[in-house]
């Protein structure tokens, strides 16, 4: 199958050009700086010691690649919907509806396990039992959706207010943290040698997943020649001075020895807040999960609506509200999905580390078929496009590698492309490009 030749398409009519620079650094923070920062820091301390530190500066190196490769992609054809618009282009029709498919399963499955995340917080730090919990990461999830619904410029707002708030506070606890440091803490370097350190990057990996999802709301910057790549270089720069300085005062106060879960986090926090540590860590969490998952649905609707569109998914979901322009049937199905996983992780009791496996399987499936879109497209374009066809193959090897690290919950990602090659819609086979309705 050749590489789609077609010309880039016009904007899809409805949707509002109203992001910007800022408004997309906003986005690309929150997809990538995730609920990772309160715990990751600690784990990996305690995998490797002060040595963890290199598996995050060499985890904050190698996502510029692929944030570079997402964000080249779109610049030269900006489209809703991201690596599916890619995959389409290059791989075509069906391909791209397994995409759509995946990009599905990532958000319902995804959404739950990082409010639960926020919800283990909530219940560490307050009285509250098991139901309790559950309702309020469920509520974390309906206010994210809720405010997607109000619309693309509501929500840009609102997640530029946000993030602007974390980064300060996640500065400020570093900042007083800075005063509690001991250099006897980073001796020794690498207590244990450095197969380690190893171990902490595959842990680390999970956290720099994100930046492909402003790419799925492309065609709603105002002008993304020139605003993807200052956002993404804006965006790597702020996410890895964070990640590395919260690693930084984990390891040089020693808070990573007071154990594990959400106890080394609070240990800093305890620093500055004292014994309200557990409860600012607990709100911290709630923001930051409200963030990732406000940022995620305001990219994953925009991939459900082209996929239905296209005829991957029924067609009513292809539908702008009259009022915001937000895909709505989009939204409010992907929500209903959310809300029957959140329902059955209760039910079932299922383990956090698999709720979080299930939706890492469908991520990385969808790095790897973004990039070996980026490695086709690019390649296409011959020596001028040399640079990114690199990049983007090195984004493909990093993400290959890492795929077989999610285990048996992977078998869910598989399972959902058979079901969406296998489905069953007139439109699905037919040509890219339908109109919406």
């Known amino acids: 199958m050749t590489v789609d030749q077609r010309p880039a398409p016009s904007s899809v009519p409805g949707l509002r050009r109203s992001i910007r620079t800022r408004n997309a650094v906003a986005l690309y923070v929150s997809s990538v700086l995730g609920p990772g920062v309160l715990v990751l820091p600690g784990l990996t301390a305690r995998l ?13 190196l190698l996502s510029l690649p692929f944030a570079l490769t997402f964000s080249s992609l779109s610049a030269r054809r900006p489209e809703s919907g991201g690596v599916y618009a890619f995959a389409r282009e290059a791989f075509g029709p069906r391909v791209a509806q397994v995409t759509g498919w995946l990009f599905a399963l990532w958000t319902m499955a995804g959404a739950p396990a990082v409010a639960l995340i926020a919800a283990s917080y909530l219940g560490y730090a307050f009285p509250l039992n098991r139901p309790e919990t559950y309702l309020l990461g469920f509520g974390i999830v309906l206010a994210a959706f809720g405010v997607n619904y109000l619309g693309i410029s509501f929500s840009s707002k609102v997640q530029l207010a946000v993030i602007a708030a974390i ?5 400020i606890v570093v900042g007083v943290s800075a005063f509690h440091f001991r250099s006897s803490n980073f001796q020794p370097f690498l207590p244990d040698g450095i197969l380690p350190v190893g171990t902490a990057a595959a842990l680390i990996f999970w956290s720099f997943l994100g930046y492909e999802n402003v790419s799925n709301v492309a ?5 993304p020649q020139r605003d993807f790549r200052r956002s993404v270089y804006l965006s790597v720069v702020i996410v890895g001075v964070l990640y590395v300085a919260v690693a930084l005062a984990t390891i040089g106060t020693g808070a990573y020895e007071a154990g594990g879960g959400v106890a080394p986090f609070a240990a800093i926090l305890g620093n500055v807040a004292g014994p309200y540590a557990a409860g600012a860590a607990a709100v911290l969490a709630a923001v930051i999960v409200f963030a990732v998952v406000n940022a995620y649905t305001t990219g994953m609707s925009r991939v459900a609506y082209v ?6 998914f029924p067609r009513s979901m292809a539908r702008l509200n009259a009022r915001t322009r937000v895909p709505d049937v989009a939204l409010w199905t992907l929500f209903a999905g959310a809300s029957v996983v959140f329902l059955g992780y209760y039910l079932a009791d299922v383990d956090l580390t698999v709720a979080l496996l299930v939706p890492s399987g469908a991520a990385i499936l969808v790095y790897v078929i973004g990039c070996a879109a980026g490695v086709r497209l690019f390649a296409a374009q011959g ?16 993400s290959v590698v890492v795929l077989p690290f999610v285990g048996w919950p992977l078998i869910v990602s598989l399972a959902t492309a058979v079901v969406a090659l296998a489905y069953g819609l007139p439109g699905s086979r037919a040509a890219v490009g339908g109109s919406p309705t």
């Open 383 to 398: 020596v001028s496009a040399r640079r990114s066809t690199t990049l983007a193959a090195i984004s493909l090897g990093a």
């Open 48 to 60: 490797a010691g002060p040595g963890a530190l290199i598996a995050w500066l060499l985890l904050v």
């Open 307 to 312: 996929t239905a569109r296209d005829g991957g």
């Open 167 to 171: 980064v300060a506070l996640l500065a």
């Open 219 to 223: 065609d709603e910057f105002e002008n």
